[in-house]
C-alpha cells in the first residue's frame, strides 16, 4: 500500500535552512504529483508546494515563494522540500501528499515532519 | 485565490446525532468541461495526518463510513455525519483542488455534546 515517510525536520535559528525529504513507496512515484502541506501549531492546513510527476512544473503558495524548493528524485522515489531564510512563522509540521488519481484530492498523506524556527 | 469559508468554527452534537458542515468558496469551483465540483472533505484527528473523506464533492473515499456524506455544487457545500460517533471527535477541513493554489476552509472543530 501507499507508504509516505517524511524526515528532516528539527528546530532551526531564524534565518536558517533546513532540507525535508518524503520517502515513497507502494506506488509508482513518477507518475504522481505530489504536495507539501503545513501545519503551524494550533492552525490549519496550509497548502505549500506542488511539483508534476516529471518535475517540468513546480507551484509555491506566496508565503514560499523565493525561499523555498520543491524537487523530486523519480529513481529514487524521494521528494523534497528545501526551506530557506526561514522564519517563526514557517514553524509547522510539514506533510507530503500523494495527488489523486484524478485530481489534486490528497488520498494519501505522511506522518509529517517538525520545523521550528526558534532563536 | 479562491477563499473557503467553513461554518460553524465549532460544534457540539449528542452522539447518535446528526453533524453538518458548511463550506462556501469565493469562487465556483464547478468545472464546466467535466461538470464536477473539485472539492473535497478531510478529517483531522489530534497527533494524525489528514485523512481523505470526500472528493468531487459527494464521492466518499474507499473504506470511510457511510455515515459520511457530502453535497453541494458551485460555490455551497455540506459534510454531513448522518450519526456523530466518539471516534469522528476531530477537525474537519473542505479543499477546492479548481485552481492554483489550492485552498483549504479553516477548519470546524466537532466534538461531543
Known amino acids: 500500500q501507499v507508504h509516505l515517510v517524511e524526515s528532516g525536520g528539527g528546530v532551526v535559528q531564524p534565518g536558517g535552512s533546513l532540507r525535508l525529504s518524503c520517502a515513497a513507496s507502494g506506488f509508482t512515484f513518477s507518475h504522481y504529483g505530489m504536495h507539501w502541506v503545513r501545519q503551524a501549531p494550533g492552525k490549519g492546513l496550509e497548502w505549500v508546494a506542488f511539483?508534476?510527476?516529471?518535475?517540468?512544473?513546480?507551484s509555491y503558495a506566496d508565503s514560499a515563494k523565493g525561499r523555498f524548493t520543491i524537487s523530486r528524485d523519480n529513481p529514487k522515489s524521494t521528494l523534497y522540500l528545501h526551506l530557506n531564510s526561514l522564519r517563526a512563522e514557517d514553524t509547522a509540521v510539514y506533510y507530503c501528499?500523494?495527488?489523486?488519481?484524478?485530481?489534486?484530492?490528497?488520498?494519501?498523506w505522511g506522518q509529517g515532519t517538525r520545523v521550528t524556527v526558534s532563536s | 485565490d479562491i477563499v473557503m469559508t467553513q461554518s460553524p468554527d465549532s460544534l457540539a452534537v449528542s452522539l447518535g446525532e446528526r453533524a453538518s458542515i458548511t463550506c462556501k468558496s469565493s469562487q465556483s469551483v464547478l468545472y464546466g468541461s467535466n461538470n464536477k465540483n473539485y472539492l473535497a472533505w478531510y478529517q483531522v484527528k489530534v497527533g494524525q495526518p489528514p485523512k481523505l473523506l470526500i472528493y468531487w464533492a459527494s464521492t466518499r473515499e474507499s473504506g470511510v463510513p457511510d455515515r459520511f456524506s457530502g453535497s453541494g455544487s458551485g460555490t455551497h457545500f455540506t459534510l454531513n455525519i448522518s450519526s456523530l460517533q466518539a471516534e469522528d471527535v476531530a477537525v474537519y477541513y473542505c479543499q477546492q483542488y479548481c485552481r492554483t493554489p489550492t485552498t483549504f476552509g479553516q477548519g470546524t472543530k466537532v466534538e461531543i455534546k
Open positions: 501528499a500523494k495527488e489523486g488519481d484524478f485530481g489534486d484530492y490528497l488520498p494519501y
Open positions: 511539483i508534476r510527476y516529471d518535475g517540468s512544473k513546480q
